[in-house]
């Protein structure tokens, strides 16, 4: 007998009881658990219901403002707009401001959503360690209303992203290109701040950036038909009201197109497909992978075909990956070099000399200036 996976009902035993098969195991849903199964199934909407802790004198009059001028509703009072909107509804004869109201027009989330922020973490490498090896470089949180979010989000992590320079063969020049598709990471940040499970507590939006990829991860699974096998072409939004606020400031993208671009822009950019997981089925991660290793392969190649093989034989491993380095660049400098080798200034200083005397680089200025750049011959 096969049984067919419920997805807009919950389903009750004889005596009340619900019950959730996780793997290959069945646990009993109790309390909040069966509101958070309500949830993810659509049938209860977490936006929808009342913050019985806020009220008007607590939200944003610019932001509302701003949203009344999107609308065309800039001469209607903001207490008919939002009572229109559905953010303020009635319980038990009393009016309340909803999750979403709050959430989205707020002076401070704060006070009443101490887990809606976004947490950036920028690592050196390709994995985070601890202790005496640490290597967290950035750490900044973002606590403000969702609409305040995502342009502070998009500015954090726009800053930390790096540009690829490389010389074309070709045409003789050299060409930049940015470290992923502007369009993927940043819709792929909006998603996450747009559809999260915001009655999840005590877990926030964490962004972390590697050498190699950037993964962003939102609290709560995917909800009710949406998987990770078919998110590309399955639309559902647990935040619908959310949603329809944010496509009205041009932040979200209808009829689930912006996930479908993500998709095809990776695809230009010749990078791997984006990568979705539920890790242990608690939150939703994107990975964007991007091309470091491939690009430090081609800057390697490049750089033996322009000093010559027989040459590029007799280099040792350092004189080899600065050379690789100073190929996808027009100049650098000693002190770019030390960082990005980790070397000390003297090894640098002595792998400079030789390679100035095999005359494979050259100087660019006078020998006494501090701002002294190097390039290849």
């Excluded at 207490?79 to 989205?104: M, N, S």
Aim: aromatic letters at 8%; charged letters at 30%.
């Amino acid at each position: 007998m096969h049984i067919g996976i419920s997805t807009d009902r919950i389903i009750y035993t004889s005596n009340d009881s619900v019950y959730l098969r996780i793997g290959d195991r069945t646990r009993e849903l109790k309390g909040q658990d069966i509101r958070i199964l309500e949830y993810s199934k659509g049938l209860r909407r977490y936006e929808d219901e009342v913050n019985t802790n806020a009220v008007l004198d607590d939200l944003d009059d610019s932001i509302i403002n701003l949203y009344k001028e999107k609308i065309n509703a800039s001469n209607i009072p903001t207490e008919q707009v939002l009572k229109a909107r559905g953010f303020i509804a009635r319980r038990h004869d009393t009016f309340y401001l909803t999750h979403a109201a709050v959430l989205l027009f707020a002076k401070s989330t704060l006070p009443f959503y101490p887990s809606c922020r976004v947490r950036f973490l920028r690592y050196e490498g390709i994995k985070a360690s601890t202790g005496a090896n640490m290597n967290l470089v950035k750490d900044i949180n973002i606590e403000l209303p969702i609409l305040r979010m995502i342009d502070e989000t998009l500015k954090v992590v726009g800053a930390q992203l790096r540009e690829f320079t490389s010389l074309n063969p070709s045409t003789g020049k050299f060409t930049t290109s940015s470290e992923y598709p502007p369009f993927a990471w940043q819709e792929g940040i909006i998603n996450a701040i747009t559809h999260r499970d915001y009655a999840v507590s005590g877990d926030y939006i964490r962004i972390s950036m590697y050498d190699d990829r950037l993964e962003i991860q939102s609290p709560g699974k995917l909800p009710n038909i949406v998987t990770v096998d078919n998110i590309r072409y399955t639309r559902f939004s647990r935040n619908p009201k959310i949603a329809r606020v944010l496509t009205e400031f041009g932040w979200v993208r209808e009829l689930n197109e912006g996930v479908k671009r993500i998709y095809s822009d990776m695809q230009d950019y010749f990078l791997e497909p984006p990568e979705y997981k539920e890790p242990s089925g608690a939150s939703v991660k994107l990975t964007l992978k991007n091309n470091i290793k491939v690009r430090e392969l081609r800057h390697k190649d490049m750089a033996e075909k322009r000093v010559g093989s027989e040459t590029w034989n007799n280099l040792d491993t350092l004189e080899r990956d600065i050379l690789a380095y100073m190929s996808s660049r027009k100049t650098v400098t000693r002190a770019e070099l030390q960082k990005i080798t980790n070397k000390s200034s003297s090894t640098i200083t002595s792998r400079i000399k030789h390679l100035l005397r095999l005359k494979i680089i050259q100087r660019n200025g006078s020998a006494h200036d501090p701002k002294l750049a190097y390039s290849i011959s």
